[in-house]
């Protein structure tokens, strides 16, 4: 945290100052003089030895003011902020294998609801694309900021045969616009979403180093379980070719093997992509805290029947 005006925070010396003066004034009680005598003497009339909510009260009033003095200086924190000029695509895989009822009701459903609710979470003015792949790569959206028509498009993904994982990631790489250099002008992401094995196009490997030189970060995503009893005969992802592609861009694999797991990785991503850190002014929240708990040092203190 870093304060726009931190002259301000030379005030909060006063604090430790008037902490001593109210325990003399308590260490003095009896003695015909004392600091804030008239407070002072209505709560010795009572009798009564202050409580731990009264002590509680007395906390609260000092942290209110301490947070008072804070919000006068101007703090500013770094927040999380939707990145207006971040676009992610999806691409996922459409193969016969995905259509594997491991994951409930498929694979294949399954990867569009964990998509959509992705694309749901996604602020207002990220740009999202969408590319399905087979045994070759369409781009079904290209980035936009209507994410509803991104999620219509989702939900007419249909099946098809053979798996081109680097044809699919080539693909997701067009979507972005390039500079001079070949360099993506924008924060990129692209997740990729398989359930199967390179079987045809350019090599995973090569796309990823493509990726690489354009600034693209990787997620990957290898879907499926061991169930035995799944409807579709499969012989398993890539799981270090899926590896290879996310540590060769910065990203990160990961691995699902049911719908559950499948929405929490898109969550998980949904947290980090599309966001931006931004220093922003949270003086309105720290005054907000202090008349908090203010108010709750009040209350405490007509609780007890105290006074501060």
Request: net charge negative; proline share 4%.
């Given at each position: 945290?870093?304060?726009?005006?931190?002259?301000?925070?030379?005030?909060?010396?006063?604090?430790?100052?008037?902490?001593?003066?109210?325990?003399?004034?308590?260490?003095?009680?009896?003695?015909?003089?004392v600091w804030l005598p008239d407070l002072e003497r209505v709560r010795l009339a009572s009798g009564v030895a202050r409580s731990w909510p009264g002590w509680l009260a007395v906390g609260l009033?000092?942290?209110?003011?301490?947070?008072?003095?804070?919000?006068?200086?101007?703090?500013?924190?770094?927040?999380?902020?939707?990145?207006?000029?971040?676009?992610?695509?999806?691409?996922?895989?459409?193969?016969?294998?995905?259509?594997?009822?491991?994951?409930?009701?498929?694979?294949?459903?399954?990867?569009?609801?964990?998509?959509?609710?992705?694309?749901?979470?996604?602020?207002?003015?990220?740009?999202?694309?969408?590319?399905?792949?087979?045994?070759?790569?369409?781009?079904?959206?290209?980035?936009?900021?209507?994410?509803?028509?991104?999620?219509?498009?989702?939900?007419?993904?249909?099946?098809?045969?053979n798996t081109a994982i680097g044809e699919g990631l080539l693909e997701s790489l067009k979507a972005f616009p390039t500079g001079a250099n070949h360099q993506v002008a924008v924060p990129a992401t692209v997740i990729l979403l398989s359930d199967g094995r390179n079987r045809i196009g350019i090599a995973p490997q090569e796309a990823a180093q493509e990726a690489k030189r354009r600034g693209v970060r990787v997620y990957t995503i290898g879907v499926g379980s061991d169930d035995p009893n799944a409807s579709v005969?499969?012989?398993?992802?890539?799981?270090?070719?899926?590896?290879?592609?996310?540590?060769?861009?910065?990203?990160?694999?990961?691995?699902?093997?049911?719908?559950?797991?499948?929405?929490?990785?898109?969550?998980?991503?949904?947290s980090q992509i599309g966001w931006k850190l931004e220093r922003t002014q949270v003086s309105g929240l720290v005054a907000l805290l202090a008349g908090f708990c203010l108010a709750l040092s009040l209350i405490l203190s007509w609780g007890s029947r105290r006074l501060i």
């Open positions: 945290m870093s304060f726009q005006a931190p002259v301000y925070l030379w005030a909060l010396l006063i604090l430790p100052v008037l902490a001593y003066l109210y325990w003399r004034a308590r260490q003095g009680r009896g003695q015909g003089f009033y000092g942290v209110s003011m301490a947070l008072a003095l804070l919000a006068l200086a101007k703090p500013t924190a770094a927040l999380p902020t939707p990145d207006e000029q971040a676009g992610v695509v999806l691409a996922i895989d459409v193969s016969g294998s995905m259509m594997a009822d491991d994951l409930k009701p498929s694979r294949l459903d399954a990867a569009k609801a964990a998509a959509r609710s992705f694309v749901e979470r996604m602020p207002a003015g990220v740009k999202v694309g969408l590319v399905s792949f087979a045994a070759g790569a369409v781009l079904e959206s290209g980035l936009t900021a209507d994410h509803q028509g991104v999620i219509e498009r989702i939900d007419l993904l249909e099946r098809r045969a005969d499969w012989a398993g992802f890539d799981e270090a070719e899926l590896r290879g592609i996310a540590e060769v861009t910065g990203g990160r694999y990961f691995a699902a093997d049911s719908a559950d797991r499948l929405q929490e990785i898109y969550r998980e991503l949904g």
